[in-house]
């Protein structure tokens, strides 16, 4: 039904209830008292469904299948650790394997009377 249907069915049982009371005062009260009591039972049926909405969403949803983290990730660790230890290797043996060559001016032994001249 549509928003203008419900108030044509609203005005309508107004009317009615309008042309009771005039008719008989006393069935006022009655009407009051059933009215009241029913749109208060509404209006916490209303309330008692949005707490129950606000209660549902709080909840945390854990997913039902755990995926698991990707492998892109630990590939590109498992990467850059062999990398770390291929250089490390690498350095270690160049250091130890490679000396320095002295040049010509470091290996020759100056004669004792250049290193007077020197100083």
């Keep these: 039904m549509e928003d203008k249907d419900y108030e044509y ?24 008292l059933v009215i009241d009591k029913s749109i208060k ?5 209303a309330l008692e469904k949005k707490s129950q909405t606000n209660d549902n969403s709080k909840k945390i949803k854990n997913p039902v299948i755990i995926k698991p983290k990707g492998t892109v ?21 160049g250091r130890t394997s490679k000396k320095r060559n002295r040049s010509q001016f470091e ?5 004792p009377s250049k290193r007077l001249a020197l100083r």
């Design 9 to 32: 069915l609203l005005n309508r049982i107004w009317y009615k209830v309008q042309q009771v009371v005039k008719a008989n005062c006393e069935i006022a009260k009655n009407f009051y």
């Design 41 to 45: 039972e509404e209006i916490s049926r």
């Design 73 to 93: 990730i630990f590939l590109l660790s498992v990467y850059l650790f062999y990398f770390i230890l291929t250089f490390i290797y690498l350095f270690k043996q």
């Design 107 to 111: 290996t020759t032994k100056l004669k």
